[in-house]
């Protein structure tokens, strides 16, 4: 089972809508008949709600109209809240655009990083608000609260299920670090990082260019050594793995084969986060996980913005995804932030994270142009989250595996 939403079996409830229609921002608010349901939230929407039938009670609305009602026969959903789930989930609310870069025939990382960093704040307008819209940011947690929505109903038409599932220990959220690794250069900085974190018992996870591993074996084996997970950061970085037919996706991921087993990985981080149904399809088959979804972003290379709306695992095209949730390390560092705006980003994110019990996913790129402008605030953070003694500290690797086996129960 690889459902997004938990079964209410045994519950009075009922889902009679469903219809199609255009796609629209709403704001669903559970009434205080739903105990346990989430304040009012926006929701990314492409759905008509069906008529409730006459004499029942309200116990939900959907900009003003009734969406969750109850009748003599129990709780019915006047929309499909499992297909609004996964819309969201799949980001359906985005209209991917290719970025050019993708489509020119020269390795971009031929340009070194400070002056790559120029280019895109003047490409991305940083500094200039990005475009009103879905999802919201720094958090926009849209499709957690329809699942809480619909653990409130399904609680209240007689179900009982525990959800979300509680984090091993009976801790309260989760605290993930990883890092992504383009470059030789940066595969030369990683062992001395990898050692800092493992001499304070952190356990990251390291995504590693296959050919730039090649080029290093050394240091792909000292960071496991040191206690970390390895995972596949594509076999080359020229972002255009997502674009591919899926033969030459295939093909290409086969050039990692050996790398991947000897190294034993089983997530994967496609470069600069671009994937697409067809390399999903295709890691299905060879990967445990992917962890490159945001729960939120703007500016983001594939629209102004995007995201998820998760803080926990979910499956997209039946491949276990586990969300990249704290502001990305390059995208603080274009908006012009310094070390105080980068600490207060993460730190903030990080608060609501534990007070929604999900994971915070740091990611840090290992690049010199980047590490430069972020290493203390990192340090700092992550000594935070390491302290938090509610928090699970886990690999996304660690995480995916509780989540298929807790979850994976049918
Ligand atoms: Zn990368």
């Given amino acids: 089972m690889t459902a997004n939403l938990p079964p209410a079996a045994g519950a009075r ?8 229609g255009a796609p629209r921002v709403a704001t669903l608010e559970p009434g205080p008949d739903l105990p346990g349901a989430p304040a009012p939230f926006a929701l990314w929407l492409d759905q008509e709600l069906s008529p409730p039938s006459p004499g029942s009670r309200t116990l939900a609305t959907l900009d003003g109209a009734p969406a969750i009602v109850e009748d003599e026969q129990g709780v019915v959903f006047l929309f499909d809240p499992a297909r609004a789930v996964d819309a969201l989930l799949h980001e359906r609310h985005v209209r991917p655009r290719r970025p050019l870069h993708t489509r020119v025939p020269l390795p971009y990382q031929l340009v070194p990083g400070g002056w790559r960093l120029r280019a895109f ?4 307008r940083a500094g200039s608000a990005p475009p009103p819209g879905f999802p919201d940011w720094p958090l926009d947690d849209a499709a957690d609260a329809l699942g809480a929505t619909w653990v409130a109903a399904s609680r209240r038409a007689g179900a009982t299920l525990e959800w979300p599932p509680a984090w091993p220990g009976g801790r309260g959220w989760v605290f993930v670090v990883s890092h992504d690794v383009d470059t030789v ?6 062992p001395a990082i990898a050692e800092w974190e493992a001499a304070r018992g952190i356990r990251a996870a390291w995504f590693v260019v296959g050919e730039v591993m090649r080029r290093d074996p050394g240091a792909a084996a000292a960071i496991r050594a040191a206690g970390h997970e390895l995972g596949l950061h594509g076999d080359r970085h020229d972002n255009r793995l997502g674009y ?4 030459a996706i295939a093909r290409r991921l086969d050039t990692c084969a050996d790398l991947v087993a000897d190294h034993a990985m089983t997530g994967f981080r496609a470069p600069s986060l671009l994937e697409s149904p067809a390399l999903r399809r295709e890691l299905r088959r060879r990967f445990a996980y992917a962890s490159q979804v945001p729960d939120t972003e703007v500016r983001s290379l594939l629209a102004p913005r995007r995201g998820c709306t998760t803080l926990r695992p ?4 039946g491949l276990l995804e586990v969300p990249l949730t704290l502001p990305l390390d390059d995208k603080l560092v274009l908006a012009g932030g310094g070390e105080r705006e980068i600490i207060a980003a993460w730190r903030g994110k990080l608060d609501a994270v534990r007070r929604r019990g999900g994971i915070g996913q740091l990611v840090v790129h290992n690049e010199a142009h980047l590490l430069a402008r972020c290493r203390a ?11 938090d003694g509610g928090a699970w500290h886990a690999t996304p690797g660690e995480v995916a595996r509780f989540w298929d086996t807790t979850r994976n129960d049918g």
């Fill in 377 to 387: 605030a990192f340090e700092r953070v992550v000594a935070d989250g390491h302290a």
């Fill in 244 to 247: 591919a037919a899926a033969a």
């Fill in 185 to 190: 250069d940066g595969l030369r900085r990683a």
């Fill in 314 to 317: 979910f499956w997209r095209d």
């Fill in 13 to 20: 409830i009922e889902v009679r809508g469903g219809g199609d």
């Fill in 121 to 124: 704040r003047l490409l991305a």
